[in-house]
């Protein structure tokens, strides 16, 4: 499956996974392949897979659960957690822009 393409075997894999999940033949809850059957299913080496496991995992698309695998997440916790992000993004800008203003008239008031 991997290609010599240019593009690193670990990101094609990613894409690939990233397009099942997507796609819904992962479904959320699901269990990836171990390692070693992804590893043969797209010939290539364990490293490869790890890596590419890890993209997804980086993501927020798959979680690993010691002991028993990697699952793929389930979308309602993503959009939980960004909602979350946006909101904290959204209060440090606020927080940001004040501190702007107060070093902008404490400099302009030379001494």
């Known amino acids: 499956m991997v290609k010599n393409t240019g593009r690193p075997g670990y990101l094609q894999i990613a894409d690939d996974l990233r ?5 819904g033949s992962l479904a959320p809850g699901a269990p990836l392949p171990s390692t070693t059957q ?16 890890r993209v997804l995992r980086t993501e927020g698309l798959v979680v690993g659960q010691q002991g028993k695998g990697v699952f793929v997440r389930d979308a309602d916790v993503a959009v939980d957690e960004i909602a979350e992000l946006r909101t904290a993004v959204q209060e440090l800008s606020v927080r940001l822009a004040r501190v702007e203003e107060r070093l902008s008239t404490s400099t302009e008031h030379p001494a």
């Not at 397009?19 to 796609?23: M, S, V, Y």
């Not at 992804?38 to 496991?53: I, N, P, R």
């Open 19 to 23: 397009a099942q999940i997507r796609g």
């Open 38 to 53: 992804l590893a043969e299913q797209y010939d290539a080496s364990l490293s490869l897979v790890k890596e590419a496991v």
